[in-house]
């Protein structure tokens, strides 16, 4: 019997899905890129920010890269993976300004001049997906929508 469903969101969950590796790529993001800058911006402790930037770079999202040799101190950069998480990002915090903020804390000006509203297209035909546009194709033969198939 399986025990759990193949699934890339659990995959990327496992990686960032941590409240702290979240706000760690919303300040590289923004362009704070040394410890003690993301330790004041998130007001996390440093020991468990530490070993959020270890994972965030062990799976290839952040690459260290050294500003200083002695002692020795690092910025953290954003790798192409990481780079490919701002949409992930600015579709969170489209949900939190329409859900949970009164006023969006920040807002992000596109390079047309209008107020970026982020939107997930698809690729070929340019429309939003919705509920009803949208069926799963399970590539794995022991799943299907309901779950795992018995054999």
Not at 83 to 111: C, I, K, N, T, Y
Not at 135 to 145: H, I, K, L, P, S
Request: hydrophobic share 40%; aromatic share 6%.
């Amino acid at each position: 019997m399986k025990t759990q469903r193949p699934c890339s969101i659990a995959d990327a969950l496992a990686v960032i899905g941590e409240k702290h590796s979240l706000l760690v790529l919303r300040e590289v993001f923004y362009g704070v890129r040394r410890f003690d800058g993301l330790v004041a911006n998130i007001g996390a402790p440093r020991d468990i920010l530490a070993a959020r930037l270890r994972r965030l770079v062990d799976v290839g999202v952040l690459r260290r890269v050294p500003y200083n040799e002695h002692p020795p101190r690092f910025e953290y950069h954003l790798t192409d993976a990481g780079r490919e998480l701002r949409q992930v990002l600015l579709a969170l915090m489209r949900w939190g300004d329409r859900h949970l903020a009164d006023v969006p804390p920040v807002v992000f000006e596109h390079s047309c001049g209008a107020d970026l509203d982020p939107v997930v297209v698809c690729r070929a035909c340019g429309e939003e997906p919705t509920e009803d546009s949208l069926t799963a194709r399970f590539r794995d033969e022991g799943w299907t929508a309901a779950g795992a198939t018995t054999s």
